[in-house]
């Protein structure tokens, strides 16, 4: 079974670009989560999606951040326009539903310059 | 807000040694998940703790939780280079929204030969 992808692995844009990042939940998996670590510091949430809904999107820092996810499969997170702080490695998670565990994907590591 | 703390957050040890990595929680939660990462790879689920006095084992890894205390620790025996990774710990907790998971800061583990 695949597990949770995301997609660029790497990506380093400057101030002011935009960038968007994928991921692809593992099949069947109506939750869906992304995090954020910066600067080598804690893991933290940034929102939730149960199927294509928003359930709990607490942990977006600000209105630069937008996610969606269409048709409750994939799911992107653009930042527009990136600032320097928002560098840093952005992780997606998926599960069957919030009890169990949350796979992770390898994170995509983006760097504002 | 909860905070979860690890410590040490870098740990570079030999080979044979026997090292604990601590993680202290500030609030209640019913889960705790002990994960590893290598580098560029993704978040490996390695325990999930569920009750006051759980202790698991796997290999070289021994984890254990203390409900009473909001600790968890990760014992390490005669440690091998394989286990050179970053760990984090990660406390579940429940809000009207749904669950989310709240992260330590990982500690980068070295095992020199």
């Known amino acids: 079974e695949a597990g949770v992808t995301q997609f660029p692995s790497h990506s380093v844009i400057e101030k002011g670009q935009t960038v968007t990042l994928r991921c692809d939940p593992i099949s069947g998996h109506d939750n869906l989560y992304w995090y954020r670590r910066v600067m080598g510091k804690e893991i933290k949430f940034l929102l939730h999606f149960v199927k294509e809904s928003k359930q709990d999107e607490s942990g977006m820092p600000n209105n630069r951040f937008l996610a969606e996810r269409t048709g409750g499969t994939y799911s992107t997170l653009k930042v527009q326009p990136a600032e320097l702080e928002d560098s840093g490695v952005y992780f997606c998670?998926?599960?069957?539903?919030?009890?169990?565990?949350?796979?992770f994907g390898p994170g995509t590591r983006l760097t504002v310059t | 807000e909860l905070k979860v703390e690890q410590n040490p957050l870098f740990l570079s040890m030999q080979e044979g040694k026997n090292y604990t990595i601590y993680c202290n929680y500030s609030t209640t939660s019913d889960r705790l998940y002990w994960y590893r990462q290598d580098p560029g790879k993704s978040l490996e689920s390695l325990f999930v703790l569920l009750s006051n006095g759980a202790v698991k084992q796997e290999g070289r890894l021994m984890a254990s939780l203390d409900t009473k205390a909001r600790l968890s620790t990760l014992h390490i025996t005669a440690a091998v280079h394989d286990l050179s990774a970053t760990y984090f710990c990660a406390v579940r907790i429940w809000e009207t929204s749904g669950s989310r998971l709240t992260f330590g800061e990982g500690t980068q583990l070295t095992v020199n030969p």
């Open positions: 998670a998926s599960s069957l539903d919030p009890a169990p565990e949350q796979y």
